[in-house]
């Protein structure tokens, strides 16, 4: 549980951290040293309790697709806003919901609507009263 714990709060704070160096590091920086402090705060850890030599593979896997969700985040709010990276990172559940959709399995009609409100704020969100700003690239 502590790791969970941990993880949760290393992860909001790298991303509120980020967020305000964001105008002075360029992300080509900030990425990589997010990464390394992440990483020198976790070594201890898992030197202290070392995962089973079967669990290496995933362990590798996830954390590569982790690190590259992380650096297309950032590398999206820079060319875009924070808005539409939030958005864009939070479309998960929509997206999960469409997967379930497309293999058939039935939905209760309370969550669709929850995923369609969620959706309709993000729209705000995004949009807003000026309109879309993203950038195609940000996207």
């Known amino acids: 549980m502590i790791h969970i714990a941990l993880a949760a709060l290393l992860w909001g704070l790298g991303g509120a951290l980020a967020g305000r160096f964001m105008g002075e590091i360029p992300p080509s920086v900030l990425i990589p040293l997010r990464f390394l402090l992440s990483f020198l705060l976790l070594l201890p850890l ?10 290496w593979p995933r362990l590798v896997r996830v954390g590569l697709a982790l690190s590259g969700a992380q650096a297309f985040y950032y590398l ?3 060319a875009t806003t924070v808005a539409t990276g939030i958005f864009l990172q939070y479309l998960a559940p929509a997206l999960l919901t469409l997967y379930a959709l497309l ?5 209760p009609g309370k969550a669709l609507l929850g995923v369609a409100l969620a959706l309709w704020g993000a729209y705000v969100l995004v949009v807003g009263s000026k309109g879309f700003a993203a950038s195609p690239v940000g996207v």
């Open 46 to 55: 898992v030197l202290r309790f070392p995962p089973a030599a079967t669990e």
């Open 76 to 78: 999206a709010i820079h």
């Open 103 to 107: 293999r058939r399995e039935r939905l």
